[in-house]
């Protein structure tokens, strides 16, 4: 393999592809470029902010309270503003990182552990979920990582676990509400064992009976967010039975080792290692792959970081580039570094809106799909080409097409690009051919 052709696989499989300079300015080494940010990933900090999670605080307690309409009109406008903020905020770190590698592995796995903005509340509790639950644990134990988003205010109000309480407690005699199995459904069909797992609806009631009691709490004054609280007069008593284990009353405990007995077991070792390897290499990753991922999960004891790790050290992920289609905010952002255009929040918004993308409204847990048909329906082609047509337009610079094909693609480009790109009529026509040629809509 070429260095040039390698320099591409690093820069677009593992990352958000070159900036405009192209590939002959990286010049790192390949595997220390991408093994260092495993072992150093950073969090940054001005991503932090809890005018969010405040504003969140204020209508959960008005959803408590039963005047969940009365504040949507006060504050649903301010959560979107942050909202939209945050998301603005996403794209322009993915576009400016030193650690693309680490950006795309958050967006797997919050993509991964999905909560949509279907439901208000989630507006303003994004910035901190993706911040507390999700980025501090994407290359440690998996169990780390499962228990926090299992644990965040973001999770427990998305799948209706904060006012889930056992039936046959004090929480349920007088709140009216009882056992809601949403979360624990989804922990196992889609955080860990997957639907062929071996689960059965008894599991899913034993484990939604676990975690009954786990909650928000909304009453603390010096510090008004939404935290997590065990309430244990809401917590269903006596032994519950997973998976043919028994786990005697233990209060919050109950959960937690439960979820750790989740996180290494072999179906999610499975689920884990595939998912990640459609993600990132193929739509069928090739099996020897899977397994190599899957043993080092196992080894390590549900090691993050080992099983990525795995995944760069085989030659299978070195083979055939081009052979995933982008996600619409990867390709955004891959366009705006590719064309040296540093986004306003009305640029970011406006481009994902009008490629028919709402961040973090994925349809359903599952979140968004990982396979290259979802992206590359017709309709979502039409789109593409209209959004790229109309920022070939906005470019006021001088470009040659061709000559920035060739620093973005190198040995990659086709004859057939190559020929179209040369060929082009204007800047206009060579800008959008490029922005939808199969070696820039590919990674």
């Known amino acids: 393999?070429?260095?040039?052709?390698?320099?591409?696989?690093?820069?677009?499989?593992?990352?958000?592809?070159?900036?405009?300079?192209?590939?002959?300015?990286?010049?790192?080494?390949?595997?220390?470029?991408?093994?260092?940010?495993?072992?150093h990933p950073e969090i940054p900090k001005h991503l932090a902010d809890k005018t969010g999670i405040e504003l969140s605080?204020?209508?959960?307690?008005?959803?408590?309270?039963?005047?969940?309409?009365?504040?949507?009109?006060?504050?649903?406008?301010?959560?979107?503003?942050?909202?939209?903020?945050?998301?603005?905020?996403?794209?322009?770190?993915?576009?400016?990182?030193?650690?693309?590698?680490?950006?795309?592995?958050?967006?797997?796995?919050?993509?991964?552990?999905?909560?949509?903005?279907?439901?208000?509340?989630?507006?303003?509790l994004l910035r901190d979920y993706e911040y507390v639950a999700i980025r501090p644990h994407i290359t440690g134990k998996f169990e780390d990582l499962l228990i926090a988003v299992v644990k965040h205010p973001a999770m427990l109000a998305y799948l209706d676990n904060w006012q889930s309480f056992g039936p046959n407690t004090w929480?349920?005699?007088?709140?009216?509400?009882?056992?809601?199995?949403?979360?624990?459904?989804?922990?196992?069909?889609?955080?860990?064992?997957?639907?062929?797992?071996g689960y059965t609806q008894q599991d899913?009631?034993?484990?939604?009976?676990?975690?009954?009691?786990?909650?928000?709490?909304?009453?603390?004054r010096k510090e008004p967010y939404p935290k997590f609280q065990f309430h244990d007069k809401g917590h269903e008593p006596g032994p519950k039975t997973l998976l043919g284990r028994t786990y005697k009353e233990d209060g919050m405990n109950e959960a937690i080792a439960a979820l750790k007995m989740?996180?290494?077991?072999?179906?999610?070792?499975?689920?884990l290692a595939t998912k990640m390897a459609v993600h990132f290499i193929s739509d069928q990753p090739p099996e020897r792959l899977v397994r190599k991922m899957e043993s080092a999960y196992l080894r390590s004891g549900g090691n993050l970081g080992a099983m990525t790790r795995a995944m760069l050290d085989a030659p299978e992920s070195w083979a055939e580039p081009l052979s995933k289609v982008k996600t619409t905010p990867d390709y955004i952002v891959s366009t705006f570094r590719a064309i040296n255009f540093t986004p306003k929040e009305i640029h970011t918004i406006t481009s994902l809106?009008?490629?028919?993308?709402?961040?973090?409204?994925?349809?359903?847990?599952?979140?968004?799909?990982?396979?290259?048909?979802?992206?590359?329906a017709p309709g979502a082609l039409i789109k593409r080409t209209e959004w790229a047509q109309e920022v070939a337009m906005r470019i006021m610079q001088k470009v040659d097409p061709f000559a920035l094909g060739k620093g973005l693609f190198g040995p990659v480009m086709s004859a057939e690009t190559a020929f179209a790109l040369k060929g082009a009529e204007s800047q206009k026509q060579g800008l959008t051919l490029l922005l939808m040629s199969p070696e820039f809509q590919r990674r």
């Open 204 to 220: 899913v009631i034993e484990l939604a009976k676990m975690l009954t009691g786990w909650s928000i709490e909304m009453r603390n």
């Open 1 to 39: 393999m070429s260095r040039e052709i390698e320099s591409f696989i690093v820069l677009n499989r593992f990352g958000y592809g070159p900036d405009s300079l192209g590939l002959s300015a990286f010049k790192a080494s390949s595997m220390k470029f991408l093994v260092s940010q495993l072992e």
């Open 57 to 124: 605080h204020r209508f959960l307690t008005a959803v408590r309270a039963n005047k969940a309409k009365d504040v949507q009109k006060i504050v649903r406008k301010d959560m979107i503003k942050d909202y939209t903020s945050f998301v603005s905020d996403i794209v322009l770190q993915r576009m400016q990182t030193k650690q693309p590698f680490v950006e795309r592995l958050v967006a797997f796995w919050s993509n991964h552990f999905t909560v949509s903005i279907d439901k208000p509340a989630i507006l303003g």
């Open 171 to 197: 929480f349920a005699k007088f709140s009216r509400k009882g056992l809601n199995e949403n979360l624990a459904r989804e922990i196992m069909e889609l955080h860990t064992l997957g639907v062929d797992g």
């Open 262 to 271: 989740l996180a290494t077991h072999p179906k999610t070792a499975r689920r």
């Open 353 to 376: 809106d009008s490629l028919d993308y709402k961040p973090y409204k994925a349809s359903s847990p599952q979140g968004f799909s990982d396979e290259n048909e979802y992206w590359a």
